[in-house]
C-alpha cells in the first residue's frame, strides 16, 4: 500500500519546525522515519502534514552539562552504538543501542523518534526510564521539562501537548558503584521484545530502579525497589531477588495472565543476575 496524500514541509531550523506544527491539521513529525514510515503505508495514520525534522542540526547537539549527557532528538541509534557521543553510563547506552532491531534501523532512527512513538516494546522506553533520564519537550511558546518515567503514559501515549516535540534527553552519570542490567527476550533477532528487564542497582547507596517494560502499556516502574530483594539492597542482591514481590507487582499492575507474568519476572531475573555479574 502507499500513503494517502499529504502534505510535505522540511523545516530549516527548530523555530520553524515548531511554527509548522503548532498549526491547525492532524500533523505529524518524522526524522528517521522508521516507525512513522511503515504506519503511513499500511495507512494507520493518515496526516495532513508531515514535518521533516531529520536535517535540524539543533536535533542533534550533544553536550554534557555538568556530569549528566544531553542529546538531541535527532542523535540515531547508531551514533551511541558506534561511540560518537560521550558516554556517562560506562557503556550501558551503547549496549542498549547494539541490540535495536538491525543496523539499517539503527542507521536511521533516532531516540526522539523512538520515544515520541513510545511502543511499549521499543528499548529506549524502558532503558532511559531506568537510568533516570528527563526530557526537554519545546512548543513554539516554550519548553518544559518531564521525567522519563512521566513521559509514557500507555502504548502509544505520550505526555506531548499538541504542538510540541522531544527537543532533548538528559542523562544523569552512572556512579562507579552502581550496576547495570538489561535483558530484553524475543523470539529472533531484530524483533520487537516481549518481555524487558532493566535495572539500575546501587549496593553503597542501597538503591535499585526496576523498570519492566514491554507490557503493552506505560513500562511498570519500581523507583524504590528495595522490596524485591528482601527490603535491602547489599552487595548479594543478586541472591536476595524475590520473584514472588515481582509476580505480585506485575499483577497489581494489571497483568492478569500467569504466564506472561512468569516471562517478565524471568526476564526480570536475568537482568538482576546480569547486573550482579
Not at 542507521?107 to 515520541?116: A, E, H, P
Not at 522531544?166 to 520487537?192: H, L
Amino acid at each position: 500500500m502507499k500513503p494517502a496524500p499529504f502534505a510535505y514541509e522540511r523545516p530549516r531550523d527548530l523555530a520553524a519546525a515548531l511554527a509548522a506544527i503548532a498549526g491547525d491539521g492532524a500533523t505529524k513529525i518524522i526524522a528517521g522515519g522508521q516507525s512513522l514510515g511503515p504506519m503511513l503505508n499500511l495507512r494507520l495514520v493518515a496526516p495532513d502534514l508531515i514535518v521533516d525534522i531529520g536535517g535540524l542540526a539543533e536535533l542533534k547537539h550533544v553536550e554534557r552539562v555538568g556530569g549528566d549527557l544531553v542529546i538531541g532528538a535527532c542523535v540515531t541509534h547508531a551514533d551511541i552504538e558506534d561511540g560518537r557521543i560521550p558516554d556517562v553510563t560506562r557503556g550501558a547506552m551503547q549496549r542498549v543501542a547494539s541490540a535495536i532491531a538491525y543496523r539499517a534501523v539503527r542507521n536511521r532512527g533516532t531516540v526522539g523518534g523512538s520515544l515520541s512513538h513510545a511502543d511499549p516494546s521499543a528499548d529506549w522506553i524502558s532503558a532511559l526510564t531506568a537510568l533516570g533520564a528527563t526530557m526537554t519537550l519545546r512548543s513554539a511558546t516554550g519548553a518544559r521539562r518531564v521525567a522519563m518515567k512521566d513521559f509514557v503514559l500507555g502504548a502509544l501515549e505520550t505526555a506531548l501537548a499538541p504542538g510540541e516535540m522531544i527537543e532533548a534527553v538528559r542523562i544523569p552519570a552512572m556512579r562507579v558503584s552502581a550496576r547495570w542490567g538489561y535483558v530484553k527476550a524475543c523470539r529472533k533477532t531484530g524483533e520487537f521484545a516481549h518481555a524487558i528487564g532493566a535495572v539500575l542497582i546501587d549496593p553503597d547507596a542501597g538503591a535499585a530502579r526496576v523498570v519492566i517494560g514491554a507490557v503493552e502499556a506505560a513500562p511498570v516502574v519500581i523507583d524504590d525497589a528495595t522490596e524485591l530483594f528482601g527490603g535491602r539492597i547489599g552487595g548479594d542482591f543478586g541472591s536476595t531477588f524475590d520473584p514472588r514481590v515481582a509476580d505480585r507487582i506485575l499483577s497489581k499492575a494489571g497483568i492478569a495472565d500467569a504466564a506472561d507474568r512468569h516471562i517478565h519476572v524471568a526476564v526480570l531475573q536475568k537482568a538482576i543476575a546480569e547486573a550482579a555479574a
